[in-house]
């Protein structure tokens, strides 16, 4: 068994027709979504399960119900899924930002946030805004701040489809225009703005700032970090941290692939650009699923393509 969700759409002032022309999904019309959160377990935003029973649960009414088998002995029936998994179509530049650190978060009132990012597609402008430029400083990003001149700081990746990079809390970072983004992150949504680029929000207004808060968060000394590039290999770990392990593996139709066997952990499944079968239950390219606990999952490509796995975001306690 393996469960699916319902996605919930967002406008950003940011966002495009991505999603649907480049993933074939039906999405709200005549608004500009920049995001579609594929798997969230939060107060204000819940998932839903699909093709479930033939009734509407959500995902925190599964976890209360069904804790050890979705995710395994140990598990804390009132702890939030812990990872939240994401699409951002970024059309447009995203704000310059910061998530907090873990040993600033709570005096911030906030949640500390590290997310990778899965470039599934890029028009030839795309690039990514991740920390500064060698030899820069605070005292020169202030200055750049004041000026309204960041980008002569702040150090830019052109990006490429297969391209990932993990970036951690208190890394500052933006998306540039031209990426369409699998992101996969902490279950949290504390965000500082520390520049807008000059753009009004959707209701014609400048978007809150958080520059305080975000002096306080930046690492200054996170200088030009890199991009992983698409490797060849039929596995490649795209990230492997505290919080989560992200690993792509590349497969050709019908080809089958054991990724773990039951009562192991959960996994998190991305199929891009393939179609996969698990159990008999096909999840199409672009979409997302969860393999549980107490399940085995066995993978069959039903046509060639990319699946993104991620796993080891709960270990689950050993049973004598």
């Known amino acids: 068994m393996i469960f699916k969700f319902e996605p919930h759409y967002f406008e950003r002032v940011w966002g495009g027709r991505a999603l649907e022309e480049v993933l074939g999904r039906e999405i709200p019309k005549n608004i500009r979504i920049g995001e579609s959160w594929e798997i969230v377990d939060r107060t204000d935003c819940q998932s839903t399960l699909v093709d479930y029973q033939d009734e509407s649960i959500t995902l925190r009414e599964l976890l209360k119900s069904q804790p050890h088998k979705i995710m395994g002995p140990g598990w804390d029936e009132g702890e939030r899924f812990p990872i939240l998994v994401k699409w951002l179509d970024c059309t447009d ?7 907090p650190p873990s040993k600033l978060a709570k005096s911030l009132n906030g949640e500390p946030k590290t997310e990778n990012w899965y470039v599934a597609h890029a028009e030839a402008h795309a690039g990514l805004f991740v920390g500064l430029k060698k030899g820069k400083s605070r005292k020169d990003f202030i200055q750049a701040l004041e000026q309204e001149s960041l980008e002569t700081v702040c150090h830019r990746i052109t990006s490429k489809a297969g391209d990932s990079i993990l970036v951690e809390s208190g890394q500052m970072h933006a998306i540039d225009a031209g990426n369409l983004i699998l992101e996969i992150q902490q279950n949290s949504d504390t965000t500082f703005r520390v520049f807008d680029w000059g753009r009004e929000g959707t209701d014609g207004l400048p978007r809150k700032l958080h520059i305080e808060e975000s002096l306080q968060c930046i690492d200054f000394d996170d200088f030009e970090p890199s991009v992983l590039k ?42 891009m650009g393939a179609r996969i079968s698990v159990g008999g239950n096909v999840i199409e390219a672009g979409n997302l699923a969860l393999s549980p606990f107490d399940q085995e999952c066995k993978i069959t490509f039903l046509s060639s393509g990319d699946l993104i796995v991620t796993d080891n975001f709960y270990q689950p306690a050993s049973v004598d």
């Open 230 to 271: 698409e490797s060849q290999s039929t596995t490649q770990t795209l990230a492997d941290c505290d919080h989560f392990r992200i690993r792509k593996f590349k497969g050709i139709k019908n080809q089958t692939l054991s990724l773990k066997k039951a009562n192991e952990q959960c996994v998190i499944l991305n199929p």
């Open 93 to 99: 530049r995203l704000s310059l930002q910061v998530h």
